[in-house]
């Protein structure tokens, strides 16, 4: 069973950059489709970008498409999201999610995650 944590979040104001890293521990890293998924107050959470266990496909949403890169080093067992050009309706709890041989494309809904990380709070405002 892998376990996640999540760090890098912060306030920033409007326009900013900011990388989020998730740590895995616990199991073979490599074996793991992994996502990044949101939840703003209020609200549901949501997809926002995903990995294939090689690392050589991502996926995104289409609010963080061309701001966002989700990469992965498996060898330090860590995936990472580059947020650029932030915005304020990017603020949210952002939360890393595993899934064994997972498919990274179908990686869309929270369901589909097997295991989750606490989250690390991300505030975009002036």
């Known amino acids: 069973q892998v376990q996640l944590e999540e760090s890098g979040g912060g306030l920033l104001q409007p326009g900013g950059s900011l990388r989020l890293s998730c740590a895995a521990s616990?199991?073979?890293?490599?074996?793991?489709?992994m996502g990044w998924f949101r939840q703003a107050p209020g609200k549901e959470r949501e997809f926002v970008a995903s990995i294939t266990r090689s690392g050589s496909s991502t996926y995104y949403a289409d609010s963080v498409k061309g701001r966002f890169t989700m990469s992965r080093d498996n060898a330090k067992n860590t995936v990472y999201l580059q947020m650029n050009s932030l915005k304020p309706e990017d603020t949210a709890v952002y939360f890393c999610g595993a899934r064994p041989y997972g498919s990274a494309q179908q990686m869309r809904t929270p369901d589909y995650i097997q295991y989750w990380g606490k989250g690390t709070l991300v505030t975009v405002s002036s």
């Open positions: 616990g199991g073979p890293f490599s074996l793991y489709t």
